[in-house]
């Protein structure tokens, strides 16, 4: 039996957004509805109905219900996201791989985009961070990067909940 060529079945050799990185006891999936399009590992929120998430939108109301999940039997699966109406998988607690706006290191805070960033429209609601943008990101207790990234792209972050929310301070 030959070896299969690295990255054949996988996009970056396996490292992608909303992936499981490591499987634990306290790893939690469930199961909601989205609202909206919703690419993989990105931040999720309550969407109109309790059963429904979507990408954040603003900070009126902001929760934080978990991760979106990879999954193959996503609608939009070329383009890493579920449609809309769709059964979304949620990682609510354990290590997931998320879409990282900037660089971050091992340990550093967790920080989620609610609102577009004023000058870089590549920094968009949902993705991750760890520097605060006054008005425009919201700090996640109860969860930590676990990966280091040198700039945007992909990290590990450990969910640990219960999660607070609290609003980075507009300027």
Do not use: C
Request: aromatic share 6%; charged share 20%; glycine share 14%.
């Amino acid at each position: 039996m030959s070896i299969p060529l690295g990255g054949l079945y996988s996009k970056e050799g396996g490292i992608e957004a909303g992936k499981i990185s490591e499987h634990r006891p306290n790893t939690n999936i469930v199961t909601r509805t989205s609202e909206g399009v919703v690419p993989f590992g990105m931040a999720l929120t309550k969407g109109t109905s309790g059963l429904e998430v979507k990408v954040p939108a603003g900070a009126s109301g902001l929760t934080f219900e978990g991760v979106s999940g990879w999954s193959k039997d996503a609608t939009n699966f070329d383009t890493d996201s579920y449609a809309d109406n769709e059964p979304v998988g949620i990682v609510q607690a354990g290590v997931v791989q998320v879409l990282v706006e900037e660089a971050v290191a091992v340990g550093d805070v967790v920080r989620v985009r609610h609102t577009v960033h004023a000058s870089d429209a590549t920094k968009v609601p949902g993705l991750f961070a760890k520097t605060a943008d006054g008005g425009k990101t919201a700090l996640i207790g109860g969860a930590r990067f676990l990966s280091a990234t040198s700039g945007p792209g992909v990290a590990a972050v450990e969910l640990n909940g219960p999660y607070t929310v609290t609003a980075d301070a507009g300027t």
